[in-house]
């Protein structure tokens, strides 16, 4: 970090009203070292705040055409993107997790809409529960647990809505669809949820010490 | 632009008794610094990094508020005896512009025009002197020729310049620049510098942060600052060419117009006995680009010896690197390096890839994006672990590169917890306990203070005498003829590859008559009709609704003038994934009358017709998709997204900020996606592998590059955070909007076809 860009960090730890749950100790020390010019943190939605929401969309969404097959059916893809929705909701809270695991599936829509609106439910699904968890046990248990509780979550979304997508684009029947949850849809999705927790899991520690920094 | 300037007060700023701490008073910053700053002036603040020189330059420009002192800008008592003045800060900052280091992360949009117009609609300024205020800061910084084009795709000066165009389009008063030259090589510095020279002539305040010795040379003051406090603050003239602090001694010939360099070719290289990098014939160019970069390219470089590499931006230096260590593949020719084939004619093969990476190390541009382990150490050993070294001989690695480069101490620090100078010798370091025999490094010392500079040089000349081959990319010539056996240029390209695109795109979109029908459409109304359609088309299950579907698809296209070839094939990989589908759809359908049976597989005349149906109708969607993404700009999809989100704003949903949130996503696709390559070629270079090794190395890799692509995605959000505080954004103001939308004639011909065609699906 160069000192300017210290400073940056300065300045952004005291206008933006900490990422939610975590301001406790600033009113403490407000006087000393809050250079707060009062002007950017007006209303929730700071300038920080914007541009946080904006690179982590960009990202979800550079992640979300990063696809490869993760399992012998080459149609079903994996993508990384889950992560950045996940790590969205425990450095934010549970509105950045919406705000990312929607906006970031837009570009997707004009490709293949039903898909994507299956895959804003899964994100959905997985990010949400997993940061309403770490809200409130904010510790590696409560962050393993809440991926535990999305991921199933997730997985029971990703099932459902392959009932209803898959006939829309194929010729089968709900019935055939279900035939294939069991040998296809679950080892794919639990294999998919599987790489998103453990990669989580892996670079939350270093990613929860960069943002430390920072708020 | 003096035109019209709402404040022109005596004094630009006042500040008194000033003092700023990092952590609660532990250590000042700044430490009671009072300065006068009269308008007109043009002050240039200058010293080694951590002397306070940029926290000022904040204060200046309003960003932060100090822990300690008194206040006053642009007439404006910003800080009263310690309390920060919301209004009043708001007040003065309307008035003050600030351009920051990173050229990139200071544009919002992909288009100039609508750029430099987002910081007036801020200040609720009415169309018609939006429209003045665009035109009068492009032509301020020339840029009025490119008005349509992608800020995002120009040069680092281009967009620097544009930078101060969107702060001078808010007609402030003052302007603060920290650093605007760090990240740009000579030409682009000599741009931004006209610029600032240009504007001062005209009477607007400049309070310039640098440490380029001749950018001090048009300003009538220099203030020195130094461990927090002003150490000299004189005229221009005098400070020049200060001697005692020695940082600001200019190199004895910093101008680079002394002799012409030879160009980098087979002629400039000494015809010795067997090279360690042979290179012949090599040509490549970028996906889009219509010339090569790099055009018939050969040379060699003997064992031993340092060359310097430098070039204009886009000459293709860069990439010569990349190609060097196997991170891109030519076009044409041949590649040996360390012994071992790169290309030639086939690329290398996964061992021989492995054998490279062992022996030829790569230091890519700003290297510190590259640090991502929880210490330096662990960062530092992650080169010799994936050379797959005992566990004692990584240590001993480890050890070896950090003494080299003085940073022992810092072994068991978090990387991101260093100084940016730090920041780099540690990458650095993780690339020389590889203990590559052969070393290219892309502007090694860019943006660095003089004392990293030096650790770096003396590092270089380490290397050198234990006989390592280097390849320094820089922009330096002092720097380059200090180190280098050799002193090459890159073959000057077919002029800056950026220019010309600019110009290119530039002109189809400034006659905006000739852009079709379906381009011109109201966003709004395009966005609706077109997911409408997408949406309906999978209700389509006869021949006759597939051919109204059809009919619609292809009118579309035909009035959108698209070329149906080019576009399909920008969507061929999904055309792949429908012919696996349709195959599935195939032999799944059992009803109607076996055509053949294959075991147990049959195909039914139901079947085909099925597989028609369903893939044909997927594939229009995807075509549709296509047409509107071609014909759409990011901007007006951003634009039609927040007049679609509008209504919600009744229910409490902050549709202005989530529109902002969305267009600036799309803004930093390309930055992100660009940053993520070049992480992964730097952590490839150093032997991470995500496609081999063992479970635990491939998870190791792959965070290798996760975590870097987190910071650097920080990072930009940092930058991004204060970009949008420059130009005055604030949640909930009332923005007044410089392109405005009024369906025409067009749109209500476009929204009846889309009924008419839903219409007729429903109906058939």
């Not at chain 1, 059916?73 to 934010?92: E, Q, R």
């Not at chain 2, 800060?89 to 100039?112: H, K, M, S, W």
């Not at chain 2, 010392?445 to 500079?453: F, H, M």
């Amino acid at each position: 970090m160069s000192v300017s860009s210290r400073i940056r960090m300065q300045f952004v730890r005291s206008v933006a009203p900490a990422a939610e749950g975590a301001a406790s100790d600033a009113s403490s020390t407000a006087k000393l070292g809050s250079h707060n010019t009062g002007v950017a943190d007006s209303g929730r939605w700071s300038t920080r705040r914007i541009a946080m929401y904006a690179l982590f969309v960009a990202l979800a969404m550079v992640t979300s055409f990063i696809e490869f097959p993760i399992t012998p059916v080459t149609w079903l893809k994996y993508d990384p993107s889950g992560i950045v929705c996940l790590i969205a909701g425990f450095a934010y809270g549970p509105s950045a997790a919406v705000i990312v695991s929607v906006l970031g599936f837009v570009p997707h829509m004009f490709a293949d809409p039903w898909g994507s609106l299956m895959a804003v439910l899964v994100a959905l699904c997985l990010s949400v529960p997993a940061s309403l968890i770490y809200r409130k046990v904010r510790s590696r248990k409560g962050a393993a647990l809440g991926i535990l509780a999305g991921a199933v979550l997730a997985i029971v979304a990703a099932l459902l809505g392959n009932l209803v997508v898959t006939p829309i684009y194929a010729h089968m029947s709900y019935a055939a669809v279900a035939a294939m949850i069991l040998p296809i849809l679950l080892p794919f999705n639990v294999a998919k949820m599987a790489i998103h927790a453990v990669v989580t899991f892996l670079i939350y520690k270093p990613i929860s010490n960069l943002l430390a920094k920072q708020q | 632009m003096p035109a019209n300037r709402s404040h022109s007060p005596a004094i630009a700023a006042e500040l008194n008794h000033i003092r700023f701490s990092y952590d609660h008073g532990a250590s000042w910053a700044l430490d009671d610094v009072s300065l006068t700053i009269r308008a007109g002036e043009r002050v240039c603040l200058v010293g080694p990094n951590g002397s306070g020189k940029s926290t000022l330059a904040r204060l200046i420009a309003g960003l932060t508020a100090p822990d300690a002192g008194d206040i006053t800008l642009l007439d404006h008592h910003v800080v009263a005896d310690v309390t920060p003045n919301a209004d009043e800060y708001r007040a003065a900052r309307r008035g003050i512009g600030v351009v920051f280091q990173n050229p990139e992360d200071q544009l919002l949009t992909t288009v100039l025009e609508d750029d430099v117009a987002f910081g007036p609609e801020n200040l609720g300024l009415d169309r018609t002197v939006i429209a003045t205020r665009i035109r009068q800061s492009l032509d301020a910084v020339d840029m009025s020729s490119v008005r349509r084009a992608d800020p995002t795709r120009m040069s680092g000066g281009q967009q620097q310049r544009a930078a101060i165009a969107g702060m001078l389009a808010m007609n402030p008063a003052m302007l603060v620049l920290d650093e605007p030259t760090a990240m740009l090589d000579e030409t682009a510095r000599a741009e931004v510098m006209r610029v600032l020279d240009a504007l001062q002539q005209r009477g607007t305040t400049i309070v310039h942060v640098t440490h380029h010795p001749n950018e001090t040379r048009h300003a009538d003051r220099v203030i020195h600052m130094e461990s927090g406090h002003i150490a000299e603050d004189a005229s221009g003239q005098a400070t020049a060419q200060c001697p005692e602090t020695g940082v600001l001694t200019p190199p004895p010939a910093a101008d680079d117009s002394s002799t012409p360099l030879p160009v980098l070719s087979n002629s400039s290289t000494p015809q010795n006995n067997a090279p360690i990098i042979r290179v012949s014939h090599l040509t490549y160019r970028y996906a889009d680009g219509e010339r090569p970069v790099i055009d018939d390219l050969s040379f060699s470089i003997q064992p031993g010896e340092t060359v310097a590499l430098m070039g204009t931006n886009g000459s293709g230096k860069s990439t010569l690197a990349r190609l060097l260590c196997a991170l891109a593949r030519p076009e044409s020719g041949t590649i040996e390096a360390a012994g071992i084939p790169v290309v030639r004619p086939k690329p290398a093969h996964r061992k021989q890839i492995a054998q490279l990476r062992r022996r030829v190390g790569y230091v890519m541009q700003h290297p510190e994006q590259q640090l991502f382990a929880e210490t330096v150490a662990e960062d530092v050993a992650y080169g010799p672990r994936n050379q797959g070294l005992s566990d004692a001989d990584v240590q001993q690695r480890v050890r070896e590169a950090l003494a080299l480069l003085h940073i022992e101490h810092l072994a068991d620090r978090s990387p991101f917890d260093l100084s940016g100078g730090q920041q780099r010798l540690a990458a650095i370091a993780g690339v020389v306990a590889c203990r590559p025999d052969v070393l290219v490094m892309d502007e090694p010392t860019a943006s660095l203070d003089v004392q990293a500079k030096a650790r770096i040089h003396e590092l270089l000349h380490t290397l050198k005498e234990r006989g390592v081959t280097m390849l320094i990319i820089t922009h330096d010539r002092a720097e380059a003829e200090s180190l280098a056996d050799r002193v090459v240029r890159m073959p000057s390209p077919s002029e800056a590859q950026s220019s010309p695109s600019i110009q290119r795109d530039a002109a189809p979109q400034s006659k905006t008559d000739h852009r079709s029908p379906v381009h011109q459409l109201d966003p709004r109304v395009k966005m609706v009709g077109f997911l409408a359609a997408m949406f309906t088309m999978f209700a389509v299950n006869t021949p006759a609704q597939l051919a109204t579907g059809i009919a619609f698809t292809l009118a579309v296209m035909m009035a959108g003038r698209l070329n149906p070839i080019r576009l399909l094939a920008t969507i061929h990989p999904i055309l792949a994934l429908m012919a696996v589908m349709s195959l599935c759809n195939l032999v799944v359908v059992r009803t109607g009358t076996p055509l053949f049976t294959w075991g147990p597989l049959s195909v039914t005349d139901d079947g085909v017709t099925i597989a028609v149906l369903y893939t044909c109708r997927f594939a229009l969607v995807i075509i549709l998709g296509a047409i509107f993404l071609t014909t759409t700009t990011p901007t007006a999809i951003t634009d039609a997204f927040e007049a679609l989100l509008h209504p919600f704003g009744r229910f409490g949903l902050h549709t202005q900020e989530i529109a902002l949130v969305m267009s600036l996503a799309l803004r930093f696709i390309p930055t992100l996606t660009d940053e993520t390559r070049s992480i992964i070629d730097a952590q490839a270079a150093r032997g991470g592998s995500i496609e081999t090794g063992s479970l635990s190395q491939r998870i190791k890799a792959m965070s290798a590059i996760i975590v870097p692509v987190f910071a650097g995605t920080l990072r930009h959000a940092d930058n991004l955070s204060l970009a949008l505080d420059a130009r005055c954004y604030e949640e909930g103001i009332v923005r007044t909007h410089w392109r405005v939308f009024a369906p025409s004639a067009r749109d209500a011909v476009f929204a009846v076809t889309v009924i008419a065609y839903i219409v007729a699906i429903v109906v058939l």
